[in-house]
Nanobody, 123 residues
Framework: QVQLVESGGGLVQAGGSLRLSCAAS????????MAWFRQAPGKEREFVAA????????YYADSVKGRFTISRDNAKNTAYLQMNSLKPDDTCIYYC????????????????WGQGTQVTVSS
């Protein structure tokens, strides 16, 4: 089983930046696709970004493409989400997830989840 712990959330003004981190333990980090999802109150959890095992391929939701960057440091067992040009619509709880399968953007295909970190963007 993989344990995931997110950090780096907080309150930021519109146009600002935050960097989220996801520290993994329990299994070989390189065995998993890593992803970030987010969820606002009353809404379903939505895909944000994903990165493949080696870090060679990334995927982004249209809503964040060009503003967010996902990365990973396999030597540190850590994934990151750099968020720039933040908007109030980005206000959500952000979750890190790990997937040993082939589905990238569907939340139900991810087996392991962190507890989430709150990101609040003020206007």
């Amino acid at each position: 089983q993989v344990q995931l712990v997110e950090s780096g959330g907080g309150l930021v003004q519109a146009g600002g930046s935050l960097r989220l981190s996801c520290a993994a333990s329990g299994r070989t980090f390189t065995s998993y696709t890593m992803a970030w999802f987010r969820q606002a109150p009353g809404k379903e959890r939505e895909f944000v970004a994903a990165i493949t095992r080696s870090g060679g391929t990334t995927y982004y939701a249209d809503s964040v493409k060009g503003r967010f960057t996902i990365s990973r440091d396999n030597a540190k067992n850590t994934a990151y989400l750099q968020m720039n040009s933040l908007k109030p619509d980005d206000t959500c709880i952000y979750y890190c997830a790990a997937n040993a399968g082939m589905q990238i953007t569907t939340a139900t295909r991810y087996a392991y989840w962190g507890q989430g970190t709150q990101v609040t963007v003020s206007s």
